[in-house]
């Protein structure tokens, strides 16, 4: 019998979270098992993003995009909330349930867009242009979401600038691809933070054009974090988890995935009888998110079986990241 000390909280029964990858069956190598019956000892729920590796997918309740993970993450019971994902998602969980222990398998999983937007930059920043709206993607640090006015993810971003006040002078931070799409979409214009995904905007203009020419019927879909040279040969343009409800929904046999290629895993079990086909980069095979793939099943069971490494945040940051967190989900549930 494993030894658990739970400094955050004791567990109460397990969760019952919805299972977003499961729509074929799958072979758990022993491993995999392992992780499963340490999960029901511990009480946890394990929730992954997209891109993590096709084995942590497989052993997740859910498996999703930043908004999905998010919401998961606010309404979970499970005492344990174990996040394969990156670090800014682990600390949205934290931030969403201070109670609760939530462990991530690779601590140093971090995100080049949370490295472009330090807090300290964006405090001056918002003290040089004192009426600034901030509104700051998902992908940050808590102490920036704590000076933001609202979060959004790719999801529903356009539904947060939206909803946001019609005269207020808007600053996007930290995604300037992302921002560029969303003033597309809503016609508001807003001042953008200079941040950048470093794999989304590797996808290549001409590649793309090379590929769509030899597989003429298939439709693109690009993430919003690709550059507009990208999204401009996009048939659809959405979040991850919306590319999993285009590619179900389409006619087309074969479609190009313009985002990170952990997706395809889940892609295939769901759409079978499709072709996915993972966008080009020119110069280099770096689609693959490296921060992303810093998670691997043996690291998620050392992680469950040694309660760490956890999250931790002061309560003041907790405190004042969760008000923007929890205006975008009560935004985003809007009709
Ligand atoms: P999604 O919320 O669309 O999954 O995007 C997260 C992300 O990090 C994309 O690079
Ligand atoms: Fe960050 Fe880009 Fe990795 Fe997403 S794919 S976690 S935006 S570095």
């Not at 800014?88 to 969980?93: C, G, P, S």
């Not at 980069?281 to 040694?306: A, I, P």
Request: hydrophobic letters at 40%; glycine letters at 4%.
């Amino acid at each position: 019998m494993l030894m658990i000390n739970l400094t955050e909280g004791q567990p109460p029964e397990p969760s019952a979270v919805p299972i977003g990858a499961r729509s074929s069956p799958i072979q758990l190598d022993s491993l995999s098992r392992d992780i499963l019956a340490l999960k029901q000892e511990i009480k946890a729920v394990i929730l992954a993003h997209n891109y993590q590796v096709p084995e942590i997918q497989d052993v997740a309740d859910y498996v999703g995009d930043s908004l999905g993970l998010s919401r998961q993450a606010a309404r979970t019971d499970a005492s344990v909330i174990v996040f394969c994902g990156v670090h800014f998602m682990a600390e949205t969980a934290k931030i969403l349930n201070p109670d609760k222990l939530v462990l991530l398998p690779e601590l140093e999983a971090g995100c080049s867009l949370e490295e472009s937007c330090p807090a300290e930059r964006l405090a001056a920043f918002q003290a040089a242009h004192p009426n600034s709206y901030t509104i700051a993607y998902i992908n940050c640090s808590a102490e920036v979401k704590a000076l933001s006015d609202v979060i959004c993810t790719s999801g529903n971003a356009v539904k947060i600038v939206k909803a946001a006040p019609p005269d207020a002078n808007l600053l996007f931070v930290p995604d300037e691809n992302l921002g560029a799409w969303v003033m597309e979409q809503t016609g508001r214009h807003m001042t953008l933070w200079q941040g950048c995904c470093y794999v989304h905007v590797e996808f290549a203009h001409a590649a793309l054009s090379r590929l769509r020419r030899q597989h003429p019927g298939a439709p693109v879909v690009a993430h919003p974090e690709c550059t507009k040279a990208v999204r401009l040969l996009a048939d659809e343009v959405c979040s991850t988890e919306k590319m999993i409800d285009y590619c179900r929904q389409s006619p087309a046999r074969t479609i190009i995935i313009a985002t990170e290629p952990g997706i395809i895993h889940r892609l295939k079990k769901t759409c079978p009888d499709k072709q996915f086909i993972p966008a080009p980069t020119d110069h280099c095979h770096c689609s693959e998110c490296r921060f992303m793939k810093m998670n691997t099943l043996e690291k998620l069971y050392d992680c469950m079986r040694r309660l760490a490494p956890r999250i931790k945040l002061s309560e003041d940051v907790m405190m004042r990241a969760r008000r923007p967190i929890e205006r975008s989900v009560e935004i985003s549930a809007r009709p």
